[in-house]
């Protein structure tokens, strides 16, 4: 990762790998999108994806009860603070070496950890979060609601506390100096701690859905869990298409998967040998070069985004003005809200893409560091000889799943903006109004495939 100098590169594809050549592999993609496209026009003419989420089948009632069982989510707070504290120890305790875990349990442990994780369970990091649970610890012990802060949340704050804070987390991730050192993590994570916590004193617990980046990142992956809660909060095994399109807009929603998106593709574009010349020759410093380039993508994505859902908006205006309501004009204001769902699955997509080589190298390596954080020759897990396995990462391996996530992930986007055009705009110009949302999926395809093996 770029986080890290002592990181495993994140991919060990290459164009070489390829079984057919990079413009051939562009273009078969263009046309499996257009296909898809024209495919969903012709056999998917009703809305099928439940946008309320209210159904599913409920899992059985052992699992329900186990998993709602309050001893059960305090076993697991209680594994949080723990694993916190074991973190906290390398931290603030163990040597600013490579052999210090601390910088592998950030950013790839807990980081790129998520998202399988989330995907296969849901929004995790909302029970384990370990601020959270210290929030709610001070709120018992001071006899206080933990929903309830000093003051209410302003209606209209949306997502934008943790667009804003992801952000700030990605800066860290991709382009800040000397991101793999103690020093510059114990900052940031001070921080962090100090802004998520006077502003749950301040607004409640609710804060944390609002701003924690890593409950924000985990949530939207979490759309994507088999497994989630209907409107009246039972457990239900869900379509995972039904869970993400039960995603409803909100302030600050495009500014997170404008960002998710944009700071993936900037770290495959940080990696190309273009941009590294680039970065050596322009006579900045690395972090202002770094820093600029980081806002540049992601503002790139965004108007992108923004144009292609504008059109969008203003071909289809003659739609509806509420999804079951009659027939009005929807608001071009509405439309990228409406749409933002089905960018989570292509940002899925890049990470997948972008990080799965060093989640299964680098993560086992540190794995094997966190049984000593201190680095005094102890072995609490067992784990200290571990050697990285990569049986799972070859290069032709590598390769095959990053071009499969990535194409999967657009169409799957394609599939769930298809779907919600025809709750927005009525049939006659449901496809039409798609159209530049299909030119957007097809640049985000085409960029993210010349991005990834630009190294």
Do not use: K
């Amino acid at each position: 990762m770029s986080a890290a100098p002592t990181l495993l590169a994140h991919g060990v594809g290459g164009r070489q790998d390829l079984p057919i050549t990079l413009p051939e592999l562009v273009v078969a993609a263009v046309l499996t999108l257009v296909v898809t496209f024209l495919a969903l026009g012709l056999l998917w003419r009703e809305p099928r994806l439940d946008r309320d989420a209210a159904g599913g089948r409920p899992v059985p009632d052992r699992l329900a009860r186990l998993l709602d069982a309050s001893a059960f989510r305090w076993t697991l707070r209680g594994l949080g603070l723990l694993a916190a504290g074991w973190f906290c120890v390398g931290l603030l305790a163990g040597p600013d070496t490579p052999d210090n875990p601390t910088a592998g349990a950030l950013y790839v442990l807990l980081w790129v950890g998520l998202v399988p994780v989330s995907l296969l369970l849901g929004p995790v990091w909302r029970v384990v979060n370990p601020l959270r649970t210290a929030h709610l610890l001070g709120a018992l012990a001071a006899r206080r609601d933990p929903a309830r802060g000093v003051r209410e949340l302003p209606a209209g704050l949306g997502l934008w506390p943790g667009a804003l804070t992801l952000f700030g987390f990605v800066w860290l991730e991709l382009v800040a100096p000397d991101r793999a050192t103690l020093p510059v993590i114990t900052a940031w994570l001070a921080g962090y701690a100090v802004v998520l916590l006077a502003g749950a004193v301040l607004f409640g617990a609710d804060w944390f859905d609002r701003a924690d980046p890593f409950e924000v990142y985990s949530a939207l992956v979490g759309r994507l869990a088999p497994i989630g809660r209907a409107a009246d909060g039972v457990l239900v095994w869900r379509n995972p298409l039904d869970g993400i399109a039960g995603l409803r807009p909100r302030p600050g929603l495009v500014a997170v998967v404008i960002v998710l998106l944009g700071s993936t593709m900037f770290d495959s574009l940080s990696n190309a040998p273009a941009w590294l010349r680039f970065a050596q020759e322009n006579g900045l410093p690395p972090v202002v070069t770094g820093s600029a380039g980081l806002v540049v993508v992601i503002g790139a994505v965004a108007v992108a985004y923004l144009a292609a859902t504008g059109v969008a908006a203003r071909v289809g205006r003659t739609g509806r003005a509420d999804a079951a309501g009659p027939a009005g004009a929807v608001a071009p204001r509405r439309v990228p809200g409406e749409i933002a769902h089905s960018i989570v699955p292509i940002a899925v997509g890049y990470v997948v893409a972008h990080y799965y080589s060093l989640l299964i190298l680098e993560g086992q390596r540190t794995v094997a560091l966190l049984s000593d954080p201190r680095d005094t020759g102890a072995d609490f897990f067992g784990t200290a000889g571990w050697e990285p396995h990569t049986a799972l990462v070859t290069p032709s391996g590598v390769t095959n799943l990053q071009i499969t996530v990535i194409i999967v992930g657009h169409l799957l986007g394609t599939l769930l903006a298809h779907d919600r055009a025809l709750y927005l705009f009525p049939r006659a110009r449901a496809v039409a109004g798609q159209l530049p949302l299909l030119a957007l999926m097809v640049a985000y395809t085409v960029a993210g495939l010349l991005l990834l093996y630009a190294g």
